[in-house]
């Protein structure tokens, strides 16, 4: 069964930083993308970033690009979310989600049906 396992919110002062992890686990899959979402309060979800293993390729939505860095990490089915400069509207419950396949990081990567799996999600509080 896969499971994808975020870590890492919590809350931080405007300006500071936080580093998201995306575990996967009972994943065996060689080519896959890992997209991020986030919900504010109150708010639709919203595509933040995506990074793809099979290209390489990222994409960024325009409100953290310049802040936010997906990456891959040493741990084997791992990806990593690094926010920094971080501000209030920031605040939202932060998901990780999976595509499995030929997948290519472009701007329909918000699509939030693309994507096979879901985590649960972690918190991010920002405080002005």
């Known amino acids: 069964e896969v499971q994808l396992v975020e870590s890492g919110g919590g809350l931080v002062q405007a300006g500071g930083s936080l580093r998201l992890s995306c575990a996967a686990s009972?994943?065996?899959?060689?080519?896959?993308?890992i997209a991020w979402f986030r919900q504010p309060p109150g708010k639709e979800r919203e595509g933040v970033s995506c990074?793809?293993?099979?290209?390489?390729?990222?994409y960024y939505a325009d409100s953290v690009k310049g802040r936010f860095t997906s990456s891959s990490g040493n741990a084997p089915n791992t990806m990593y979310l690094q926010m920094n400069s971080l501000k209030p509207e920031d605040t939202a419950v932060y998901f990780c989600?999976?595509?499995?396949?030929?997948?290519?990081?472009?701007?329909?990567?918000?699509?939030?049906?693309?994507?096979?799996?879901w985590g649960q999600g972690t918190q991010v509080t920002v405080s002005s």
């Open positions: 989600a999976a595509a499995i396949g030929l997948f290519v990081c472009d701007s329909d990567y918000g699509d939030s049906r693309t994507y096979d799996y």
């Open positions: 009972g994943f065996t899959f060689r080519d896959y993308a």
């Open positions: 990074i793809s293993r099979y290209d390489g390729s990222t």
